[in-house]
């Protein structure tokens, strides 16, 4: 495992609550954190979706990018899970990470100030010199997609 440094800088409505943090040994993914009013919890209705502040804003290296991705125990026990996952925080980005937060469950969702809301994974990026071209190489796939390399073991195709 390679260690990365990373900024982090502690928003002022944040300045009680933990900077995010691994819960395990060997946990990918560093724990989010809601920011919201104590008095004003967000509720999510059934199908909705919330914007939710971590009350955190990160500095990252030249080459690394943040994903935001959803917390398993929450998908399971609540239907709640990241909208756009993985959310991309961009190397140059400074503003405060913000988390879109989707319930698909059946029961409307409160999120309190406090609460484990998403994880925050680090990756290396590369970027891509575009060059256009007449054409492109074959393959054997070619333009199929959506399925065309055919069903897994123990699914019902037709």
């Not at 990373?6 to 691994?22: C, N, S, T």
């Not at 969702?109 to 256009?132: D, P």
């Amino acid at each position: 495992m390679k260690n990365v440094q990373v900024e982090v800088a502690r928003l002022p409505h944040a300045v009680d609550l933990p900077l995010p943090a691994y819960h395990s040994e060997l946990a990918a993914g560093l724990d989010l954190i809601a920011a919201v009013p104590a008095d004003a919890p967000i509720r999510i209705a059934p199908g909705a979706r919330a914007l939710i502040p971590t009350g955190i804003a990160l500095a990252l290296p030249a080459g690394i990018e943040g994903q935001v991705r959803p917390r398993s125990g929450l998908a399971l026990k609540h239907g709640v899970t990241v909208l756009n996952s993985p959310g991309t925080i961009d190397a140059d980005y400074r503003g405060e990470l913000k988390v879109i937060l989707m319930n698909a469950g059946a029961e409307a969702f409160v999120v309190e100030r406090g609460a484990r809301i998403a994880q925050l994974v680090f990756a290396t990026t590369l970027r891509a010199v575009v060059s256009e071209v007449a054409a492109l190489s074959e393959t054997a796939r070619a333009a199929g997609g959506f399925g065309s390399t055919g069903a897994g073991p123990g699914s019902k195709a037709e």
